[in-house]
């Protein structure tokens, strides 16, 4: 591990745009110019030399703990701490390939989003104490908060280097696609049923009867790889590892194709946590998902119960819905894109960090317990100089329909702040009436994060969308200007580097 005077001498290096010469009497002045590719090169070898403390940090953790003799444990204690191994072990390899990577624009644009998952899969081990109550009791398990101050520092370098920023990343647009789908992969979703390598259907016509059995046999690299469900209910758990990349799983249709589950944090089976209840789980980047239903049953009075969990870089929902109460879809981490999805649920229901923009879906709030509030969105976000964030863009938020007639009952709000710097933003969006005049609503015990997050709304409409009554935090930002508006569209805050043309998913590149 590197010791702290190793890193300080690193981070007060003096980058000195040029350097003026010795001027000679009589002599024309000269300046003597640095090279601005040495500069970037230091910086980078600066920001490396941080990844590198922060990886030798967790991996000391994961050797804490995979050395433990945890035979006298309680299974909620067990429970977390296996969520932990794979937490780190993804952790290491996302910090490992970010110093792989080459010194390109783009490479460097990746290194950011490997450096934010790497600190969400981090803070999410953390997350599964705190499920059960546990973190204080075992604190001695985190000793220390350095990781998480090496990859903020890390992020801050690599901003530098890149000119990124949470509201401005750049992206191409070709023929009304953003560009990281191939022309292939448009074909396959605008086909009306694709040409599938797998069929998974229920009464025996295809090749497997389980989504599971269908993975196990996927064969995915570099071309995209089919798999067509049938209409049908799955009553399966669903994981895509981290090997699965270039998948496509095509359904019948909403509630036709149905994948369904009923984990929670706090009913059957119980002992595990908020990442453990997915239903259907993703790892493998450039997943595309189309015409599928994914639903957690478990119900409010169980709280956290998971419907859809996505790590999955580059992955596109299209034409999918998401049934839950409590932290229904779960978009942890990376670059994600939802087009003309149907979301359910009650507290939290849309969490994460991700990069992660929601295009023409319709947003169903639900009926929660009584004494409880609603709460659309919890963006994740824990550093400044991160990327991250949640844009809810032409959809519709309405209350669904067992909430209609009792609607008055509960207070719905647009989003509460996970973290200290969450971020979302919501425009040209239809709310009802049940959004509450203020719009946003405080994290428990931590005011502070009004003051460093980023929540905003442009143009939206319906009786929910007055701003006049909205909070008056420091973080808050009524959108005025359609040039600020813009930072938020797919165009330049989700497709930076072009990948979403390629799916052959619709969507609109600016704020039409």
């Not at 705190?130 to 398990?141: C, I, Q």
């Not at 992955?315 to 939802?338: A, E, I, M, P």
């Not at 409409?461 to 569209?489: D, L, M």
């Amino acid at each position: 591990m590197a010791s702290a005077p190793l890193l300080s001498t690193f981070l007060f290096i003096h980058l000195l745009v040029f350097v003026p010469a010795t001027i000679v009497h009589g002599a024309t002045p000269s300046i003597r110019m640095v090279d601005s590719n040495k500069i970037n090169q230091d910086k980078i070898t600066q920001r490396n030399l941080v990844i590198s403390a922060a990886m030798a940090e967790v991996i000391q953790l994961h050797h804490l703990i995979s050395s433990m003799d945890t035979s006298s444990f309680e299974d909620r204690v067990k429970s977390a701490l296996a969520d932990c191994l794979k937490l780190y072990e993804n952790s290491i390899q996302q910090l490992n390939r970010s110093l792989s990577l080459s010194n390109t624009k783009k490479d460097n644009v990746h290194v950011h989003t490997l450096l934010s998952s790497a600190l969400t899969d981090y803070q999410t081990c953390q997350n599964g104490f705190e499920d059960f109550d546990l973190f204080t009791t075992y604190s001695k398990l985190f000793p220390s908060n350095n990781f998480s101050k090496h990859i903020c520092h890390s992020l801050s370098i690599n901003k530098d280097v890149t000119g990124l920023q949470m509201s401005s990343l750049s992206g191409k647009i070709s023929e009304g696609w953003p560009e990281w789908l191939s022309a292939s992969d448009r074909r396959f979703l605008q086909a009306e049923v694709p040409a599938a390598d797998l069929v998974v259907a229920q009464d025996g016509s295809g090749n497997f009867r389980t989504i599971s059995e269908a993975l196990a046999a996927a064969k995915t690299g570099s071309n995209r790889f089919v798999i067509h469900v049938k209409k049908g209910v799955y009553k399966e758990y669903v994981e895509i590892g981290e090997n699965l990349r270039n998948l496509m799983l095509v359904g019948d249709g909403i509630d036709a194709t149905v994948v369904t589950g009923s984990k929670s944090v706090r009913g059957s089976p119980g002992n595990i946590t908020t990442f453990r209840t997915a239903t259907f789980g993703a790892d493998g980047s450039g997943l595309i998902v189309r015409d599928m239903t994914f639903e957690n049953t478990a119900g409010p009075e169980n709280f956290q119960a998971v419907a859809m969990r996505s790590d999955s870089d580059h992955s596109v929902f299209y034409r999918c819905s998401f049934k839950g109460y409590q932290d229904t879809l779960y978009v942890h981490s990376n670059s994600q894109f939802y087009r003309d999805c149907d979301i359910y649920g009650t507290i939290d229901f849309i969490f994460g960090n991700a990069i992660a923009v929601l295009q023409n879906c319709n947003i169903y709030v639900r009926k929660p317990l009584m004494q409880q509030f609603n709460t659309i969105t919890a963006q994740g976000r824990k550093c400044p100089d991160d990327t991250t964030g949640f844009v809810l863009h032409n959809c519709s938020i309405k209350a669904a329909s067992d909430l209609k007639p009792v609607q008055s009952m509960f207070k719905t709000y647009l989003g509460r702040p996970w973290e200290s710097c969450s971020a979302t933003v919501v425009m040209k969006s239809y709310m009802e009436d049940l959004i509450d005049p203020s719009g946003w609503v405080e994290w428990p015990g931590h005011p502070e994060y009004i003051n460093t997050l980023y929540y905003g709304e442009y143009m939206n409409s319906g009786n929910g969308s007055s701003t006049a009554s909205r909070v008056k935090w420091p973080g808050y930002h009524i959108i005025t200007s359609a040039a600020e508006a813009q930072k938020f569209t797919v165009q330049n805050f989700l497709n930076k580097d072009s990948w979403l043309n390629a799916t052959g998913v619709p969507f609109t590149p600016g704020l039409q």
